[in-house]
């Protein structure tokens, strides 16, 4: 196991400024405490410049952040991290803010739940998806994160695009991403074999979903 080594800098300022009993390391890989005090800067500055800012900093604050062990949690973050940079990359910084929180949140752990719950959507358009999203609740209660994590996180992320062009009102992108949504759903269902379950076990898994 790496230990941080707090009293070696970053980067030396001149060939002289360490002692030929402190030699540097040769590279950041060898230096994890660097990678992290960069991190604390950067969302000390994006705090300092406002949202617009946070946007590109997050992003990147999110592609350096340790990936998670679990593969469907690795695969989401992966998924989020991209997500943050490419709306970056389009100057949609409230967007790249939002996907890089979930991907930190990830990478420490902890459940993001379905991004329903963090968009700002009309009654219709819940009501609308109401039904699809429970669909993948179900999944997840068959175990789709566990036994097919790739397929589960294309659905969560196809997902996310169609609640987010939902909240923006962007109607042809929201119809393809509940296309695509819908196609990788029924894939996950079909990988699990949930075409037509046992009533029994169906009931008890809706009943469950809907906790």
């Not at 739940?113 to 959507?121: C, H, I, K, T």
Request: charged share 25%; aromatic share 6%; glycine share 6%.
């Amino acid at each position: 196991m790496r230990t941080c080594l707090p009293a070696i800098p970053c980067a030396s300022s001149s060939p002289g400024a360490l002692s030929e009993h402190r030699v540097a390391p040769p590279d950041r890989r060898s230096r994890p405490d660097c990678g992290l005090r960069r991190s604390a800067v950067l969302l000390s500055l994006c705090a300092l410049l406002g949202l617009g800012a946070c946007g590109a900093i997050d992003a990147h604050v999110a592609s350096i952040a340790p990936p998670p062990v679990d593969p469907y949690q690795r695969a989401l973050f992966q998924g989020y991290t991209a997500a943050a940079t490419a709306e970056a990359n389009r100057y949609h910084f409230s967007n790249a803010h939002y996907y890089a929180e979930r991907a930190r949140a990830v990478s420490r752990g902890e459940s993001v739940g379905d991004p329903v719950a963090n968009r700002q959507l009309s009654a219709a358009d819940n009501a609308r998806i109401d039904a699809t999203v429970r669909r993948l609740r179900i999944a997840r209660v068959y175990g789709a994160t566990e036994r097919y994590p790739d397929t589960a996180v294309a659905a969560m992320l196809k997902l996310e695009c169609w609640v987010q062009a939902l909240e923006e009102g962007r109607v042809s992108d929201g119809a393809a991403c509940e296309q695509d949504f819908t196609q990788e759903l029924g894939k996950l269902e079909r990988q699990l074999g949930l075409a037509a379950p046992p009533q029994g076990l169906r009931v008890k898994a809706i009943r469950k979903a809907k906790r």
